[in-house]
């Protein structure tokens, strides 16, 4: 248990917050981690007297080091500075056809908005023929 000492309380930081370096440089880190898969591979060599079998053992753990490397690149990528606004200009052209009712739902089965064909055939408040807003009979 700890008890107050009356000292400020600490906050925490990251690595690079503190100017340290937050782990080691990617070169240094692959080949520490080539060098223990050099002597996995011998010892399993030694201990079972099979080439085919620490060749297997290089193989695999290359291919899950390289998924960690891949998947750690993937990590470090940054985002999209911002996002823009959507473009509805595809969508009002294709919801502006002539002689077709067009609705768009949301996924409560809402509409969210209707060309005026639709709206002139069917109304405001009509949920799309077809949809599961519809009670059977209408």
Known sequence: MSRRTGSQPHTLTTAEERGESAGLPPAKFLAIMGGGLLLSALVLLIATGSWL???????????????????????????????????????????????????????????????????????ANAAPPGSAARSPGS
């Not at 695999?60 to 390289?66: E, F, N, Q």
């Not at 002689?99 to 002139?120: H, K, Q, S, W, Y």
């Open 53 to 123: 079998v620490a060749l297997a053992f290089i193989l695999a753990s290359g291919v899950m080091l390289g998924g960690v490397v891949m998947l750690d690149q993937m990590r470090g990528a940054p985002a999209s500075e911002g996002t823009s606004a959507p473009d509805w200009s595809v969508t009002v052209a294709a919801i502006e056809r002539a002689g077709e009712a067009i609705a768009i739902t949301d996924r409560a089965n809402r509409m969210v908005c209707a060309n005026p064909f639709f709206l002139d055939s069917f109304g």
